[in-house]
């Protein structure tokens, strides 16, 4: 029986992550309900309360699985590379899924605002941090690396909250992001513009559009499977 249980609230679960994947990039966070994500995915509102104890536990695990998935593209094109530049790749399609929707915007920077998302993205990032870095920053300990990566995480949600026009481009933003950035970590002005540079003939567009794609698909493949199992 607990088994049968466990299934079926995984497939709650699965449910509620499908339509809130499609109506989040419809209707942005902010203006999407619970009752609609619940309604969207076919159960009760008391059902989602079962498996998201909130909208903002939701999108904590909607953002695991994004920037996981950001992660795992970012390394793919690292090609061996030092990892300051898989710093600047992921950072950088951060800033370019930020530009694909006005909804999508709306996401990311909630992302950096909402205190458990922001406080699962500091968290996370900052271990990384301290590997990505260490050579330029010796004598930084791991509460130096989480104080820096409230800054950065700042920066980044200023960025993204900011939409690009005729004379704020995407490049010019990325540009500028990873010069502020980078500089906050000591990494050299030579070394800086040589990282920037990489980052800037790269297809970041496709990256961005890829990644959202992969979301989409993890969404309705984790759906699909369960019903499979159940059957």
Known sequence: MARGKQASGLLTQQKVLRAA??????????????AEIAAAAGIRQSSFFHVFPSKEALLLELV?????????????????????????????????????????RELY???????????????????????????????????????????SGSIMRGFMSVPCDPYFTVEAKIRRFLDCSLKLYDVP???????????LRMDLHSMAEG??????QQAEAGFEALIAETE
């Open 64 to 104: 695991r699985r994004m920037f996981g998935g950001q992660f795992d593209l970012a390394e793919q094109h690292n090609n061996g590379q030092e990892p300051i530049f898989l710093y600047a790749v992921e950072t950088a399609l951060q800033l370019h899924i930020a530009e694909l929707t006005e909804p999508l």
């Open 189 to 199: 002005q030579a070394k800086r513009e040589c990282i920037i540079e990489a980052i």
């Open 211 to 216: 990644i959202i794609q992969k979301t989409i």
């Open 109 to 151: 920077v909630m992302a950096y605002t909402l205190p458990t998302t922001a406080d699962y993205l500091y968290r996370t990032t900052s271990k990384r941090l301290q590997v990505i870095f260490a050579d330029y920053l010796p004598d930084a300990q791991s509460k130096d690396f989480f104080e820096m990566e409230i800054a």
């Open 21 to 34: 994947v499609a109506l989040f990039l419809e209707k942005g966070y902010a203006k999407t309900t619970t």
